[in-house]
């Protein structure tokens, strides 16, 4: 794949990909008997509202994803197309690939059942691959990471299934098994990608400009008003209202505190952009796995206020340091925004988890910890069984993130050793952090970054 024929012989495998995604539709997809026309005589005709009431919810997660996410990586200044594009491009793959592969999972009659929370729940498995692109940003081609991330989906869906429905975990708003999978996935890929010794220093390109900060702060804008939506959509009864009261007010909560700590710890007590785009986040990831749970306002300002300060923190010490000592680049930070904040959110999990009562939760005990209810009609078998008691979830939750991370670590090792060592192509030093390697740029922009350069040389 070092050649021009290379790159297309890459995009042809891709089209073989969506190809073999048409057969497996056509043979073991079918909608959902809400998505079918109601007999005429039929007395639940007015059943399928039920799926349409959810797509308000469905169209924030979609903009969280396809433009957030997008947005926020266009920090690179000369690496935009390529945020933006292969956003665009992954998310339209691996959505595809998730409803097959969650579908398998759940199959009925052999058959998988296709309706707008299969969707949603697929918009939301694109999450994943997104946020481990975030950590090799600019170091991959974009055929690494497509086919990086087909195989990341299939390992998330079946450590999703393993957490939910076996484990019996509970995780409304993925922080465990989204956001932690997908740091850590792509962290392991970084690390099994790392550059040598010799070339450990940042690239030319590697770096922001006014205007590509400006644009990254659009994705931050976007992620930030939507974030309730997404750790809310799959919430059952009033534990829907309750995650996105606790989601906004950890959100709240730790962009107060990004910018306080931000001051303190930048250089000339400025803010820092970086902490601005990113940490302010970091209080949706924080209070997903624990946003539909009870936890009092002053508990989900508490989390945006831990989360919001470990982030600006691990921005401003911990990245240096693992770039600089163990060579690991995590170019968007995602171990700041979305790992360290999941194992505050799984820590939460536990804590809150410990002190559930069935008088407190009532009948959404069963909705929301189901090993806890001695009788449900789950047709899983739950490892341990049924009947927990609070000490015991506390201690599967824990164990849930311990099996996520180890999942991830173990799977993101094995496709770094393959990206590397096998036949696909990787990117140069001088050609990391570049458009122009597998975009057409305007003439222009060329051209005036030529006569910059000119300019640079006299003035040197």
Request: net charge negative.
């Amino acid at each position: 794949m070092h050649t021009p024929g290379g790159k297309v012989s890459g995009y042809i495998v891709l089209m073989i990909v969506q190809i073999i995604f048409l057969v497996l539709f056509w043979l073991f997809v079918r909608y959902e008997k809400a998505a079918l026309p109601a007999p005429i005589d039929a007395e639940d005709a007015g059943s399928a509202n039920e799926h349409v009431s959810k797509y308000p919810q469905f169209q924030d997660v979609q903009v969280m994803i396809f433009i957030g996410f997008g947005f926020l990586m266009t920090f690179l200044r000369k690496y935009g197309y390529s945020a933006t594009g292969y956003t665009l491009f992954m998310s339209a793959l691996v959505i595809q690939w998730a409803v097959l592969m969650k579908g398998f999972l759940h199959m009925e009659g052999g058959k998988i059942s296709l309706s707008l929370e299969s969707i949603i729940d697929a918009d939301i498995a694109a999450a994943v691959p997104l946020i481990s692109m975030g950590a090799l940003l600019g170091r991959t081609t974009p055929i690494q990471l497509l086919c990086m991330s087909i195989f990341e989906v299939a390992l998330f869906a079946a450590n999703e299934y393993l957490a939910l429905n076996v484990l019996s975990i509970c995780d409304c708003g993925g922080s465990i098994t989204v956001h932690a999978f997908g740091a850590y996935f792509g962290l392991a890929v970084a690390m099994m990608l790392r550059p040598s010794k010799d070339e450990n220093d940042a690239g030319k390109h590697e770096g922001a400009n006014y205007v590509s900060d400006i644009f990254a702060m659009i994705g931050t804008t976007f992620l930030w008003v939507y974030w309730p939506s997404f750790n809310s959509v799959l919430a059952e009864g009033s534990g829907g209202e309750r995650a996105i009261l606790n989601t906004f007010l950890s959100l709240a909560a730790a962009t107060v505190t990004t910018f306080v700590v931000s001051a303190l710890v930048s250089h000339e007590n400025k803010l820092d952009m970086v902490h601005v785009q990113n940490s302010t986040l970091a209080g949706g990831v924080a209070v997903g796995t624990v946003c539909n749970l009870l936890l009092g306002a002053h508990g989900a300002v508490l989390i945006g206020i831990i989360a919001g300060t470990v982030s600006v923190l691990g921005y401003r010490y911990l990245t240096p340091w693992l770039s600089s000592n163990l060579r690991l680049h995590d170019t968007c930070g995602v171990h700041n925004l979305h790992g360290m904040p999941a194992l505050i959110s799984a820590i939460a999990s536990a804590i809150y988890a410990s002190m559930v009562t069935a008088d407190d939760y009532q009948s959404e005990l069963q909705d929301i910890f189901p090993a806890m209810v001695g009788n449900n009609s789950t047709a899983t078998k739950i490892m341990g069984g049924l009947g927990r008691d609070a000490s015991t979830q506390a201690g599967y939750q824990l164990f849930g993130i311990a099996v996520t991370l180890l999942i991830a670590i173990a799977g993101g090792i094995l496709a770094g050793v393959v990206l590397k060592y096998t036949s696909f192509r990787n990117l140069q030093k001088d050609e990391q952090h570049l458009d122009e390697q597998y975009w057409e740029v305007p003439a222009l922009e060329n051209k005036e970054e030529y006569e910059l350069n000119v300019v640079d040389e006299l003035l040197l």
